[in-house]
């Protein structure tokens, strides 16, 4: 396949992508415009947003045990983008929380963060996401370096722990949810904790080249002093002085650039 149409197919699955997480904002909004929330609106959208904030965190962290595994490469692709949708889901569930449910009462919101054990772990993981959102650009990778960057995104793990836990403590009926996502997000970590030890004990195992600083590969006899490494060119002499100076030296002159008088 040329490089065209590869870019296509990434910008047509891009596309597909977008629209797919965008689909659970149009059926909610369908449903509060024909009434199909129920007798309490307020905390079905509550419960809602909740919900497709963890499902959308969930699927964030399947693209690369399914690369390493399955030898998929496209799911790499919107990871970035999942990622992005999981952060703005969180923020309007949040947002709705505080506009919508308390009327931006701050009394009433520090007293159910200190009281509610399940609101303290939501912002937690609402805060650790805002990090993650703010670099995942190409720009902050470069400006970060690879490295930190990649330590710094491993805080996703810990929001997706926090993530089950609130749920977990946040519903009262449908206690079945929350355990779905509790081993789907296990199965994941472990399949990447599996993973990278698979690596590293084949990274262990392949045979370390040989390095010879100070010997030939050969004869075991000691470099001489003019070469460097093997296949490199040899040092030669300083460069001699030219025999005759600038000053007006001529065909007879001596080693200094003098003149040899007569």
């Given at each position: 396949m040329t490089r065209a149409g590869i870019h296509i197919r990434l910008r047509l699955l891009k596309a597909l992508t977008f629209a797919a997480c965008c689909l659970p904002l149009a059926k909610l909004a369908w449903d509060a415009f024909t009434g199909g929330l129920g007798a309490n609106p307020i905390e079905a959208v509550l419960n809602r947003l909740g919900f497709w904030t963890l499902t959308l965190l969930t699927l964030s962290l399947a693209p690369t045990p399914a690369h390493d595994l399955l030898g998929l490469a496209w799911p790499v692709r919107v990871r970035r983008m999942l990622g992005l949708f999981t952060f703005a889901y969180a923020t309007l569930h949040l947002c709705w929380y505080v506009g919508v449910d308390q009327f931006f009462d701050l009394h009433v919101l520090a007293k159910d963060v200190l009281k509610r054990k399940f609101m303290a772990v939501g912002f937690v993981a609402w805060l650790l996401l805002v990090p993650l959102a703010v670099t995942s650009t190409d720009r902050w990778v470069r400006r970060l370096g690879y490295a930190r960057w990649k330590r710094l995104h491993r805080?996703?793990?810990?929001?997706?722990a926090l993530g089950v836990v609130h749920f977990v403590w946040r519903v009262k009926a449908d206690a079945l949810r929350p355990y779905v996502f509790a081993t789907i997000l296990a199965a994941l970590l472990g399949a990447r904790a599996a993973a990278r030890v698979r690596a590293e004990v084949s990274r262990a195992g392949a045979p370390r080249p040989r390095s010879s600083p100070d010997r030939t590969a050969s004869g075991g006899m000691p470099r001489r002093p003019g070469w460097r490494r093997?296949?490199?060119?040899?040092?030669?002499?300083?460069?001699?002085?030219?025999?005759?100076?600038?000053?007006?030296?001529?065909?007879?002159?001596?080693?200094?650039?003098?003149?040899?008088?007569?």
């Amino acid at each position: 396949m040329t490089r065209a149409g590869i870019h296509i197919r990434l910008r047509l699955l891009k596309a597909l992508t977008f629209a797919a997480c965008c689909l659970p904002l149009a059926k909610l909004a369908w449903d509060a415009f024909t009434g199909g929330l129920g007798a309490n609106p307020i905390e079905a959208v509550l419960n809602r947003l909740g919900f497709w904030t963890l499902t959308l965190l969930t699927l964030s962290l399947a693209p690369t045990p399914a690369h390493d595994l399955l030898g998929l490469a496209w799911p790499v692709r919107v990871r970035r983008m999942l990622g992005l949708f999981t952060f703005a889901y969180a923020t309007l569930h949040l947002c709705w929380y505080v506009g919508v449910d308390q009327f931006f009462d701050l009394h009433v919101l520090a007293k159910d963060v200190l009281k509610r054990k399940f609101m303290a772990v939501g912002f937690v993981a609402w805060l650790l996401l805002v990090p993650l959102a703010v670099t995942s650009t190409d720009r902050w990778v470069r400006r970060l370096g690879y490295a930190r960057w990649k330590r710094l995104h491993r805080l996703v793990y810990a929001v997706a722990a926090l993530g089950v836990v609130h749920f977990v403590w946040r519903v009262k009926a449908d206690a079945l949810r929350p355990y779905v996502f509790a081993t789907i997000l296990a199965a994941l970590l472990g399949a990447r904790a599996a993973a990278r030890v698979r690596a590293e004990v084949s990274r262990a195992g392949a045979p370390r080249p040989r390095s010879s600083p100070d010997r030939t590969a050969s004869g075991g006899m000691p470099r001489r002093p003019g070469w460097r490494r093997r296949g490199c060119r040899r040092r030669g002499p300083p460069r001699a002085r030219a025999r005759g100076s600038r000053r007006g030296a001529g065909r007879r002159a001596g080693p200094s650039g003098t003149p040899i008088r007569p």
